[in-house]
Nanobody, 114 residues
Framework: QVQLVESGGGLVQPGGSLRLSCVAS????????MGWYRQAPGKQRELVAT???????NYGDSVKGRFTISRDKGKNAVSLQMNNLKPEDTAVYYC????????WGKGTQVAVSS
């Protein structure tokens, strides 16, 4: 069983920054990838960014150049640095771990508003 604990959401003004973190816990897990997805009200969940065990990363088109994903393999942790935030980034952000079964965190709210 894998548990994910997310932190770092909140309210920020447009142009501001936030950092999300997620730690995965569980015995004997071998993580293939970690990442973040988001879901805005009335919309489907969408990819934000993922990072593979080998270090390759993948970003959704709307966040490229603004968001950076990083991983601490020793701690089974993943972080998402979000810069130049826009109102359209407002959503619940979910941590995802694939081992290869998919596990999801409970989500953390990010709100971008003036």
């Amino acid at each position: 069983q894998v548990q994910l604990v997310e932190s770092g959401g909140g309210l920020v003004q447009p142009g501001g920054s936030l950092r999300l973190s997620c730690v995965a816990s569980g015995s004997g897990i071998s993580i293939l990838s970690m990442g973040w997805y988001r879901q805005a009200p009335g919309k489907q969940r969408e990819l934000v960014a993922t990072i593979q065990s080998g270090g390759n990363s993948n970003y959704g088109d709307s966040v490229k150049g603004r968001f950076t994903i990083s991983r601490d393999k020793g701690k089974n942790a993943v972080s998402l640095q979000m810069n130049n935030l826009k109102p359209e980034d407002t959503a619940v952000y979910y941590c995802n771990v694939r081992i290869p079964t998919n596990y999801w965190g409970k989500g953390t709210q990010v709100a971008v508003s003036s």
